[in-house]
């Protein structure tokens, strides 16, 4: 039998422009486009990794707001990651829809993360202290801080949300034989066809 490695999806969201794509590429690649990319339904990235000799697949969906495909979306989600500019108060007001509109579509128990991006430029129009204030007023969402530019507090935004997985001995464990059950039942796939859903950067 091939090697199980645990899949993980993560999924982005926030408004456009915020720095979705960009903090997903400084993760995955640790660098980052220049020019802004935009997505029609979602992109679609991967980055394997070993996080305490244990094999994952990190699957990153980049999402922008397509309300007719939130199912596909958020299905299977571990974890969302919930995107906003200080320098956009528009983003930072949109967090707690972004948050609802997932958790009415996903299971219970997935890891919720407010993240300011940006944090590299100065005179934020929202304050570290709003956004705190915001996620002690949700249920169980972390507060987060990184800059897709230069790479700061991305790997540790990562490793975080990674972490509450992986140390979780009895949800990996869940995980672990979810993909194991799959992988003992799936067909062969026709390699001549195309699968994909979404657009892969």
């Not at 707001?65 to 956009?88: A, E, M, W």
């Not at 972004?98 to 991006?117: D, F, K, L, M, S």
């Not at 005179?123 to 972390?142: D, F, G, I, S, Y």
């Not at 507090?153 to 059950?181: A, M, P, R, T």
Request: glycine share 2%; with cysteine.
């Amino acid at each position: 039998m091939e090697e199980i490695v645990v899949p993980l999806k993560i999924s982005v969201v926030g408004n456009a422009n915020v720095g979705k794509t960009s903090i997903i590429e400084r993760f995955v690649n640790n660098k980052i486009h220049d020019q802004n990319v935009n997505s029609i339904f979602c992109a679609l990235n991967m980055k394997y990794i070993v996080y305490n000799k244990k094999e994952i697949k990190v699957v990153l969906w980049d999402v922008v707001r397509q309300k007719q495909n939130y199912d596909l979306i958020f299905r299977n989600t571990q974890i969302c990651l919930v995107v906003f500019d200080p320098h956009d108060p528009k983003s930072f007001e949109d967090v707690n829809t972004w948050i609802e509109t997932a958790r009415q579509t996903t299971a219970n128990g997935v890891i919720y993360v407010v993240v300011c991006n940006k944090i590299d430029l100065a005179n934020p129009l929202v304050t570290h202290e709003m956004a705190q204030n915001l996620c002690n007023r949700e249920k169980e969402v972390t507060f987060k801080m990184c800059s897709a530019k230069t790479g700061e507090g991305v790997n540790e935004l990562f490793n975080f949300v990674i972490s509450k997985i992986c140390d979780n001995d009895v949800l990996f464990e869940h995980l672990y034989q979810q993909q194991l059950e799959y992988q003992q039942n799936a067909q062969p796939r026709d390699l001549t066809k195309d699968y994909s859903v979404c657009r892969i950067i």
